[in-house]
């Protein structure tokens, strides 16, 4: 990891924050830090701005139960500079680091990868202002750099295509692997300048 800016967490703040993600404090449907971050990308891309009201109901899906003020505070604190790192790398142009292989393999002991978590949180972010996302003028373009989040997904799995692709492991692989560049392209093409 690079040196810690103002707004990047500390390996010990991570664990903190996945810790509190783990504990009864929270939902059992909440996100973990990978989904977390999946849903954070897709907030800062978004064509249209997400509230951190709207964000948070998706991170902890419902009120946790603080133990203080004070937890409170400093988890959301945690959280608005993750968010804020995410929102920094993509601004600047540097590729997402995402935190998990890009891999659809499972570890031996999960059902999925630790990657298709994070694209199911990341288009948790997109539904969630779907029509902003393909409203767009560029509403192919939108379609196509998706496409490979939606595959790894695993969300649209009746659909035929998307199940044909899925179930092809090289093709599958090969989408995953190009997940980080997407994004940027992505981001670009909501946020930057119209010439």
């Given amino acids: 990891m690079n040196a810690l ?9 991570l664990d903190e924050l996945e810790d ?6 929270v939902s059992e449907d909440s996100l973990d830090l990978v989904g977390v971050h999946g ?3 897709a907030c800062n891309i978004s064509p249209k701005t997400v509230t951190e009201q709207e964000w948070s109901e998706l991170v902890f899906d ?6 203080s003020p ?4 400093r988890i959301m604190e945690m959280l608005r500079r993750l968010y804020q790192m995410i929102n920094s790398n993509l601004y600047s142009d540097q590729e997402i680091d995402l935190p998990c292989e890009l891999t659809l393999v499972p570890d031996e002991d999960e059902d999925v990868s630790s990657l298709t978590w994070w694209c199911q949180a990341f288009m948790e972010g997109v539904f969630m202002h779907e029509e902003a996302w393909f409203a767009h003028q560029e509403e192919e373009t939108v379609a196509e750099l ?5 595959v790894a997904s695993e969300l649209f799995i009746e659909d ?4 044909k692709m899925r179930n092809d492991k090289k093709l599958s692989e090969e989408m995953a692997r190009q997940i980080p560049d997407l ?6 093409l909501f946020h930057a300048p119209k010439k």
């Fill in 5 to 13: 800016t103002h707004a990047e967490l500390s390996d010990a703040e």
């Fill in 160 to 163: 035929k295509e998307m199940a």
């Fill in 146 to 150: 998706t496409l490979p989040v939606m």
């Fill in 39 to 41: 849903l954070f990308t």
């Fill in 62 to 67: 419902g009120d946790p139960l603080w133990e």
């Fill in 70 to 73: 004070a937890q409170h505070d």
């Fill in 183 to 188: 994004l940027i392209d992505l981001y670009l």
């Fill in 20 to 25: 509190f993600l783990y504990s009864d404090a």
